[in-house]
């Protein structure tokens, strides 16, 4: 590291700079609460699915345990999405209280959400596109037998 990108972090972070974050922690803190509540709404999904849906399975001839499967497809959904959107919140709070008290330590940890935010979308998108290859290889085998 050079003397220059020393200067630049030991005099912290300028006006424009805590104005773009605080701005920035007002959006995730919205984003947020909208994600908890789709995720609330999948929940009422899921129950809904696990309810009525070998009812509706019966007529569409889809077998008595489809609405059970959906359901749990909706729960694991929901709960694989309710990580990053904790991360999502923790960021906004510590990032806009550390900003607000100049504290250090909090922006430090809002941004270390930032990254566990990130790192986990990172890896569900490695795990998304090994699926949809696995997929691919799949339907080619099956219809290369077919």
């Known amino acids: 590291m050079s003397l220059q990108d020393l200067n630049i972090f030991e005099g912290g972070l300028d006006e424009r700079s805590k104005a773009y974050l605080l701005e920035t922690t007002r959006w995730t803190k919205f984003l947020a609460i909208i994600g908890f509540i789709f995720i609330g709404l999948m929940l009422v999904v899921a129950l809904a699915m696990f309810t009525m849906g070998s009812y509706v399975s019966s007529f569409a001839g889809l077998g008595s345990y489809f609405g059970v499967g959906m ?13 990053p959107i904790l991360s999502l919140l923790k960021f906004s709070t510590n990032m806009k209280a550390g900003i607000q008290t100049s504290n250090i330590e ?14 986990f979308m990172g890896i569900m998108t490695i795990i998304v596109i090994a699926l949809y290859l696995i997929l691919i290889v799949v339907v080619g085998i099956l219809g290369a037998i077919a």
């Open 71 to 83: 359901g749990l497809l909706y729960i694991v959904i929901g709960v694989l999405y309710l990580f």
């Open 106 to 119: 909090l922006i430090t940890e809002g941004f270390r959400h930032q990254k566990n935010l990130f790192k």
